[in-house]
């Protein structure tokens, strides 16, 4: 049964830090890349961060350049995102979601990613 659950939200001051885990069950992780997303109230879902099936690619939303970091582990079946520098703007619902992929890219569109886990919250307040 395909299955992404992700982890690691909560509640963390400004400047705190957080890292999202996104355990893939039920499916080859390694031919699917793997997307960020992020909904706040009010908002239209919006891609944060995404990597390559290898992981050899990476993109970011300008917004978190040189803050976030995207990584993977398919030996473990997991896709990280390490977020530095919080701030509140950044108070979401975030979420993975993966995509098959032949090739070296990854995408935050939200339109081109089949599979959804089911959001952990993230709340940066002092």
């Known amino acids: 049964q395909w299955q992404l659950v992700e982890s690691g939200g909560g509640l963390v001051q400004p400047g705190g830090s957080l890292r999202l885990s996104c355990a893939a069950s039920?499916?080859?992780?390694?031919?699917?890349?793997i997307g960020w997303f992020r909904q706040a109230p009010g908002k239209e879902r919006e891609g944060v961060s995404s990597?390559?099936?290898?992981?050899?690619?990476?993109n970011y939303a300008d917004s978190v350049k040189g803050r976030f970091t995207i990584s993977r582990d398919n030996a473990k079946k997991t896709v990280y995102l390490q977020m530095n520098s919080l701030h509140v703007e950044v108070t979401a619902v975030y979420y993975c979601?993966?995509?098959?992929?032949?090739?070296?890219?990854?995408?935050?569109?939200?339109?081109?990613?089949?599979?959804w886990g089911q959001g952990t919250q993230v709340t940066v307040s002092s």
């Open positions: 979601a993966a995509t098959y992929r032949d090739d070296r890219g990854s995408s935050l569109l939200v339109r081109e990613y089949d599979y």
């Open positions: 039920g499916f080859p992780l390694e031919y699917y890349s």
């Open positions: 990597i390559s099936t290898a992981g050899d690619t990476t």
